[in-house]
């Protein structure tokens, strides 16, 4: 190493100015008391004491007693002004820094790189969004609420600065250390954002530090390992590299860190690092800009630094310089001894030394340290891992995605029963919450292949193709660029089918493709986070805006600011409780009554979801899929839902033909089915039919007329073993039913007896008719009716009818061990014996489902028969048919729709508005949605197995006890 030569000369004959009170970032409201302690420690200094407050020494939390000693031995017998604490956890980290501190004569000023949060350096600590990702956001006030919950959580953990924001322009896309550190390109938007971010940090009770000075951001080295030229003139220097400091200077930044750069243009000494140079520091910071905070160096263990000084002589030149901190030195003894040495010969005058070691003791003021108080452990880690850090970085990531390109309108995808659509994942790094979440939207399969000839011929059956590419989010500096055979891929894919390419990575990466002709839409969400992937994937099916604008440009594609602004299509988001007006705790509640459920064996398994505003916000599985198994319920598992199917599949059906005035409420019987002319039900209507006020009877066991009389087993006059053209009804496995018997089921009902008494009283009656009807006016079944007019362009593809031979029995949820009818485990065929009898496809009962499909429908209904950008029914058809016709006659029902109790007793919790509607099935299953709160809940539940027996659901209310929880829950 070559030493440095010092020409001392006297730097600074001025200490520090309290009266200067708008242009001193460290003055305190109460600058007079604020004066009196700074001046009392001072004097009770030695000189040696008064240098060692000039010293930040780096400390790991994770570090061994030896080491933790030394580092408490320099603190006694060096008297170091501070800590800049580096890797470890939380925990340790707070008791270490009470011992630390108890060790200290001065309180020390607690200093830590937590750019993107303490997961910076800490393990168990929350990791917000990297800048560039922030860069994209238009809203600064979102970035301002970033900065101060990072520096909330420095606070409680005892930190004082946080070395952050980085103000860097990163021009250069090659800069292999800042890149995702930095806000962007473009020098307005760099400062607006670092503007905000400083501002909530420091509102946050933490101080915060500007860097790399004077501008680290357009280099393609790294000043850890060397010392990185910046070649522009000075004039470009100061209009960009210097601009974002002017701004922060003038809005009360607290502090600055030099970076170790050679710039020839501000430097005239060859080789000579910014950080060691006077008229960098002292000349052009502190007189030309203005500055009065504290000056830091960056890490003096820097190979841009330390490889130009002996140990010592580098300190010894960064205070010469005008830096007032020295920043994890060499040999912090050896630099303390050199610098008092140079104040001793007169080479650093004592007003020096005061100006830098007051300023010092004016942030330990500042940040409370004249009032010491130990670092709490209680709660610790739920502090620093908060639902409101959870929530910002939802709304961050919501704003900052991007969409580059989208070529005939393709985002949002709509019309989705025309989609086929694939998700092919590239990249080193998973993606299965980004396929997970895709898969709540629609029918999306994974396609993999191990060369691209086979991949090719695998997507040739799908019209749309998701592009996940996905980088290690580990840290920033992680390697972001695609493959050369990713790059084939994409062109090849793109050439023969529709791609969507989402790019979990910095925006650079796309620059790596040799075209983006024929992608039809390019996505850059900057993150492989697991909030990034599952919002990019609510952005594709339009459930979220895309509101993002680029940091940085993308050669040669795409400008810096671009973005392609995208407007929801009101699909169901998933969220936190705390966005919509709900608390998390709140609804933990729920969990233990589901729970509660589930260990009482009222039934082997649940599926539960809520919905407020829009928004899924609880969407949790209890159980298994029977007692004695091992098959956990999870999201992708259907169950039977019982009646949920006469408003999951006959209603939306018949409120489509009203809408068409093929009917009316008003139509009767008569008029729809001839063969109830002359009937006793001629004159029944369609209000008064759904709203089971008919005198229609409840049920018939139809099944029972098919058994064997004496064995009570299904009789061989209408049963077979094998299927035939005259038994082709499967009513379970290995049985079927005469084909001509579905016949006399609605000869059944047409001519039963009437009740005598015109009451309430539900019936299934209604919905055998009404399938007949609707199959016979479209000569469909209502199944393929169903999934075409709703399930297909909902993308409810969990949705079905007899799932037994369309998807694996493992996703499906059994309902009953049968000993009165079909003797086996009724497993993916309908529960209901007469729809069973009906092929599987009843009006009444028969579709099967998840939880998260059936709160589509439920949406739809609740957003007034709009959903995912298609109208489904009018909003005046809703409200026909959610109104209580009957109510003055003591019946609460709509038509087809349940509703809320007009008395104590009832399908709800009582706490629930009366335009609320919904139902509920015999295997335990509950739908309801609710206008007035904008909530949908659904529950799900094989409560019937292994035995029908006693509805232990219903007489403990748990359906409706949850409910009641949900509502608690409400906190706006």
Not at 368 to 393: A, E, F, H, T
Request: hydrophobic share 35%.
């Amino acid at each position: 190493m070559r030493q440095i030569s010092f020409i001392f000369l006297s730097l600074f004959l001025v200490s520090i100015t309290y009266g200067q009170s708008a242009e001193n970032p460290l003055l305190t409201s109460d600058s007079v008391a604020q004066k009196k302690w700074v001046d009392s420690v001072y004097s009770s200094l030695s000189l040696k004491e008064k240098v060692g407050q000039l010293y930040m020494l780096q400390v790991m939390s994770n570090q061994d007693e030896e080491t933790k000693n030394k580092v408490i031995n320099l603190i006694k017998e060096d008297h170091i002004g501070g800590i800049i604490y580096s890797n470890g956890g939380p925990y340790r980290q707070a008791k270490l820094n009470n011992e630390l501190q108890a060790s200290s004569k001065t309180p020390l000023l607690i200093g830590m790189d937590a750019e993107w949060g303490l997961s910076m350096r800490l393990d168990s600590t929350y990791a917000f969004p990297w800048n560039m990702t922030l860069g994209a956001i238009k809203d600064n006030k979102l970035v301002e609420q970033a900065g101060r919950q990072i520096g909330e959580h420095c606070k409680r953990l005892g930190v004082h600065f946080n070395f952050a924001p980085v103000v860097d322009i990163n021009t250069n896309p090659q800069n292999p250390i800042i890149g995702n550190r930095s806000f962007g390109e473009d020098r307005d938007n760099v400062t607006e954002k670092a503007l905000a971010f400083m501002k909530g940090m420091q509102r946050g009770g933490v101080l915060a530090n500007a860097k790399h000075f004077p501008g680290h951001g357009d280099t393609d080295q790294d000043s850890h390992k060397t010392l990185p030229t910046i070649s522009f003139n000075e004039k470009r220097i100061d209009s960009i590299e210097l601009y974002p400091y002017k701004t922060l200077i003038k809005e009360g930044l607290s502090s600055v860190m030099v970076a170790h750069l050679n710039v020839p243009s501000l430097e005239s000494r060859e080789g000579y690092p910014s950080s060691l140079s006077k008229h960098i520091v002292t000349d052009i910071l502190k007189e030309r800009l203005g500055f009065q905070g504290l000056v830091f160096t960056d890490a003096l263990t820097m190979k841009g630094a330390a490889d130009f000084s002996e140990t010592g002589d580098i300190d010894l030149a960064a205070f010469a310089a005008g830096n007032d901190v020295m920043l994890m030195s060499e040999d912090v003894g050896v630099g303390i001894s050199k610098i008092v040495e140079a104040i001793n010969s007169g080479g650093i005058s004592e007003a020096r030394l005061a100006h830098s070691v007051k300023k010092i003791l004016m942030a330990k003021y500042k940040v409370g340290l004249n009032k010491y108080k130990p670092v709490g452990l209680y709660n610790l880690s739920k502090d620093l891992n908060r639902i409101k850090d959870d929530v910002l970085y939802e709304e961050l990531l919501e704003n900052a995605i991007t969409v580059v390109k989208n070529e005939r309108d393709l985002i949002p995808l709509r019309r989705l029963e025309t989609k086929s659509i694939a998700y092919v994942k590239l990249g080193d790094d998973d993606g299965s919450l980004f396929y997970d979440e895709l898969k709540k939207y629609g029918k999306i399969h994974l396609i993999e292949a191990d060369n691209l000839f086979s991949l090719i011929g695998k997507l040739k059956s799908y019209n749309t193709v998701i592009i996940g590419f996905h980088r290690s989010n580990e840290n920033p500096w992680k390697g972001y660029e695609f493959s050369n055979q990713d790059v084939a891929w994409i062109e090849e894919i793109a050439k023969t089918n529709t791609v969507i390419l989402d790019a979990f990575v910095k925006p650079y990466a796309l620059s790596d493709l040799k075209s983006v002709d024929n992608i039809a839409s390019i996505i850059v969400s900057y993150q492989n986070s697991v909030i990034a992937q599952k919002k990019s994937a609510q952005l594709i099916f339009g459930a979220i805006e895309a509101k993002g604008e680029l940091p940085v440009s993308i050669e040669p594609y795409f400008e810096v600011g671009k973005g392609i602004r995208l407007n929801a299509i009101e699909r169901l988001g998933y969220t936190l409780p705390e966005r919509v007006g709900m608390s998390s705790e709140k609804l933990k509640r729920v969990d233990s009554v589901a729970q509660i459920a589930v260990d009482s064996m009222m039934t082997p398994g649940i599926q539960l979801l809520v919905a407020r505003k829009g928004k899924v916000i609880y969407n949790k599985n209890f159980g298994k899929h029977t007692y004695k198994g091992k098959e956990e319920v999870i999201f992708d598992d259907i169950y039977d839902v019982a009646s949920l199917t006469k408003i999951l599949a006959t209603l939306p059906l018949l409120m489509e033909l009203e809408e068409q005035g093929i009917v009316s409420l008003d139509t009767k019987l008569s008029e729809i089915l001839p063969e109830y002319i002359g009937s006793n039900k001629e004159d029944i209507t369609l209000k008064s039919m759904l709203s089971h006020y008919a005198r229609l009877r409840p049920w018939e066991p139809f099944y029972y007329h098919t058994l064997d009389s004496v064995t009570k087993h299904p009789s061989p006059k209408y049963y077979r073993t094998e299927r035939s053209d005259e038994f082709n009804i499967e009513v379970a496995k290995n049985l079927y039913l005469r084909t001509d018997y579905q016949d006399s089921i609605p000869k059944i009902i047409k001519d039963s007896e009437l009740l005598e008494t015109l009451r309430y009283r539900y019936s299934d009656f209604p919905y055998y008719i009404l399938k007949k009807f609707i199959e016979h006016h479209y000569d469909r079944t209502l199944e393929q009716l169903a999934q075409s007019h709703f399930y297909e362009p909902l993308g409810a593809n969990y949705t079905m009818y007899n799932p037994y031979h369309k998807i694996s029995d493992k996703r499906i949820v059994p309902t009953e061990v049968d000993d009165y009818y079909r003797y086996q485990e009724v497993h993916g065929y309908v529960h209901d014996m007469g729809a069973a009898m009906q092929n599987g496809i009843g009006g009444h009962a028969g579709v099967f489902s998840n939880a998260n499909d059936v709160a589509k429908i439920m949406q739809m209904y609740l957003q007034r028969g709009f959903y995912g950008g298609k109208r489904y029914l009018k909003p005046e058809t809703i409200d026909k048919f959610n109104q209580c016709y009957y109510c003055s006659k003591n019946n609460r029902r709509g038509v087809g729709f349940d509703k809320p109790q007009l008395g104590d007793e009832g399908p709800t919790c009582g706490c629930i508005s009366m335009t609320s509607f919904g139902h509920s099935g015999f295997t335990g299953t509950y739908a309801w949605a609710d206008p007035d709160e904008e909530i949908v809940y659904v529950f799900l539940a094989n409560r019937t197995y292994p035995k029908a027996g006693k509805n232990l659901l219903l007489r403990k209310n748990i359906r409706t006890e949850i409910q009641r929880l949900i509502y608690e829950a409400i906190i706006d």
